[in-house]
């Protein structure tokens, strides 16, 4: 099977019958998913969606376009599309989900969509893309905490993210949803119960974006709600992909 630089297999699975592309969110690279790769069942195979920019791609220049980035990532996964397939993004990864969902060669059997306000929805926040540096980080890291103290406080390592973290903000801030056909597949979205940015009660919002149902779930905490939760949204897509799984034969 081919090799991609924008897909990345860390445990290629040859019995898997399914696999699960997952898109980080802002700024973010696929070391986000990394450790889904032993966790899941051994029947599901993990392929990680990986933009240039960042990590071993840290030295190609970033895409600022989220149409332009799902057009690519549905051409790169065309490969690797002979068994069931689903998709999951967190937060700006979830519009890129969703906006690739029907360029895709084959349809996928579900989309997950986590931490993220429905396509059609999107709440216009003052753009901050363009803030000189300092300003910059300190806006993302108030609005999302999602930059932990240790990454802030060392330069250099700020100094590799920005590109990426500022492309990744331009193309959401200059997002627009198209008003395409509802989608063929069904969609769950997550929240966080505490997540200001996105909340619960917006979710639902995504079941006007497809033609085949739409499931809410919301767990405790905030915008990066997931980590605590892992193991039990791995299970639920894993139902979801192989519903016959064996929930304690995750990989090890």
Known sequence: ????????????????????????????GPSYFARWAAELPESVELCL?????????LTEPPLDDIGAIARRFAAEA?????????????????????????LLAAPPRHLFVSAA??????????????????????????????????????????????PAMRADFAAYEHYRWTGRPQLACPVTALGGSEDALVPADCLAGWGELTAAGCTV????????????????????????????????????
């Open 49 to 57: 969606v990986h933009l240039p920019g960042r990590e071993a791609r």
């Open 117 to 162: 306000p429905p396509a059609h929805r999107l709440v216009e926040e003052p753009p901050v893309s363009h803030l000189p540096d300092d300003e910059f980080l300190a806006e993302v890291r108030r609005a999302y905490a999602g930059i932990p103290d240790s990454v802030f406080q060392d330069p250099r390592l700020m100094r590799l993210m920005l």
């Open 217 to 252: 779930r919301v767990h405790e905490g905030g915008h990066f709600y997931l980590t605590d939760v892992r193991d039990e949204v791995q299970a639920l897509v894993a139902g979801v992909l192989v519903p016959d799984h064996d929930p304690e034969a995750a990989g090890v």
């Open 78 to 102: 065309a490969p690797l599309l002979d068994l069931p397939f689903a998709l999951f993004g967190h937060s700006m990864g979830a519009i890129v989900a969703y906006e690739a969902a029907p």
């Open 1 to 28: 099977m081919t090799s991609s630089a924008w897909i990345k297999r860390p445990r290629p699975r040859p019995d898997a019958r399914a696999r699960l592309f997952c898109v980080p969110h802002a700024g973010a």
